[in-house]
């Protein structure tokens, strides 16, 4: 999900880019040299889990999982989803360096909210709890990306409106798609390696 | 995974010091994103297709990505001309098409290929591992090129883990469709390739202790500028120079 080049106006790009310079300021910070490979092979893994497209009665839709990038990695999922954002740019033009900024604040805002939601009650909860916790924040990622999408469409001119609903409302599935899988991978990786979950922090 | 579609050859643009690119495409690219209009954009794309000449790029290589890139812009050509407000010039029941809405719509495909086909040329005909080296020569935080180059690094060997466990679904009659059954399935599916990543990682950190890593990798080998990049830098910085001053005026 990410908005093209030359379509955005000027102060939007500007906001985009500074808002996202400061996440992944803070993200840096969080990431100590030690961390870089878990950060950076986990990337890899999210950035292949995409390239999955999961049945969607006659379409199928390619997973996002955002809001999982956020419950594990914290800040970090800004520096994370930088570098996945600025390899689609380099190799696919998905996006492009100049929206990299709007594009990867979209996306990584969502998933440092998803975060300060639901981490903390999906490593104590039990699993009805952590289940739930994890559906909202899988569900929050996409759905909070796609609202950042669209709001950044309507301040570029009012003439995006009916696209950025369109959007918007093509993204609703999405997010309950989202919500499913975040919540029984969280449940998965729970079971089978608890530390990944401590990584964020 | 060959993900470098572009980056074989041996043009002159292949040739051309990463570190220039990065400086002489930066300000092109952003002064492209920011024109009004349709002139100067225009302006943008001829730069652009002259520097796909330059680079040789295979044709339907090129012709699939910018397939890609424009259908985003396509959703746009059935929108925007209706909802911008102008002049009408033609219309079907309620919905009036505006000249200003269609110019704009204009402008904004041409920007986008302009900016695009010009970072395919530049960026695309360098292999990622240079482009990664130029940007700690540019003095980006050492910890985000890091993070990009072990990003990079994996996600050939990521991928060919996850095609070993679509191949394990697969032998075992695994079949999607719209269920929680598949749901479920894909969902464990991403949660092994985390799991089996960050085994990996742990492995791959250790290693690199194992090998004297003290937070910094050195650098051996530097990049030497020739006339050539100096007379690339000077051609790119005058047009971009140029088409900024006309922006303004």
Wanted: charged share 15%; aromatic share 10%; hydrophobic share 55%.
């Amino acid at each position: 999900m990410h908005i093209s080049e030359g379509i955005l106006s000027t102060p939007v790009l500007a906001a985009g880019a500074v808002l996202t310079i400061g996440g992944v300021t803070l993200g840096l910070k969080k990431m100590d040299y030690e961390k870089i490979p878990e950060v950076a092979v986990l990337s890899s893994a999210f950035f292949v889990a995409s390239l999955i497209h999961v049945p969607l009665g006659p379409t199928s839709v390619h997973l996002v999982l955002n809001g999982l990038v956020g419950v594990l990695l914290g800040w970090m999922a800004f520096p994370s989803i930088l570098v996945a954002l600025a390899l689609q740019a380099l190799l696919f033009q998905f996006g492009g360096f100049t929206v990299l900024g709007v594009n990867t604040f979209n996306m990584a805002a969502p998933a440092v909210a998803s975060y300060y939601f639901f981490n903390f009650l999906v490593r104590r909860g039990n699993r009805s709890v952590t289940a739930v916790a994890a559906f909202l924040a899988g569900a929050l990622g996409v759905g909070g990306g796609t609202f950042l999408i669209a709001l950044s469409l309507v301040t570029t001119g009012e003439e995006f409106l009916s696209v950025a609903r369109l959007v918007f409302l093509a993204h609703l599935p999405v997010m309950l798609i989202e919500g499913i899988i975040t919540a029984f991978c969280i449940l998965f990786i729970k079971k089978v390696k608890p530390e990944i979950l401590e990584v964020g922090k | 995974m060959h993900l470098e579609e572009f980056a074989e050859g041996d043009s002159l643009l292949h040739r051309i010091d990463p570190r220039v690119k990065f400086i002489t495409l930066m300000p092109f690219i952003l002064l492209v994103a920011v024109l009004k209009g349709i002139e100067l954009p225009l302006i943008g794309l001829i730069v652009s297709l002259v520097l796909v000449i330059i680079a040789r790029l295979p044709l339907k290589k090129l012709i699939n990505r910018l397939l890609v890139v424009n259908t985003f812009v396509l959703l746009l050509w059935l929108f925007i001309p209706f909802s911008y407000p102008g002049r009408e010039i033609f219309s079907i029941g309620p919905l009036g098409l505006s000249q200003e809405g269609l110019l704009y719509v204009l402008s904004i495909t041409i920007k986008t290929n302009a900016i695009v086909l010009a970072t395919i040329a530049v960026l695309g005909t360098s292999e990622i591992f240079s482009l990664a080296h130029a940007l700690l020569h540019l003095k980006m935080p050492e910890k985000l090129v890091y993070l990009f180059f072990f990003f990079y690094r994996y996600i050939s060997v990521l991928h060919e883990e996850y095609t070993r466990l679509k191949r394990a679904m697969a032998i075992r009659c695994f079949h999607p469709e719209t269920n929680m059954h598949t749901y479920r399935s894909f969902a464990y599916l991403v949660g092994m390739l985390l799991v089996r990543s960050y085994e990996r990682s742990q492995r791959i950190y250790q290693a690199m202790l194992c090998r004297g890593f003290q937070g910094r990798f050195p650098l051996v080998r530097h990049f030497r500028l020739t006339g050539r990049d100096i007379l690339f830098l000077t051609v790119m910085i005058s047009i971009t120079i140029a088409m900024a001053v006309i922006a303004i005026t």
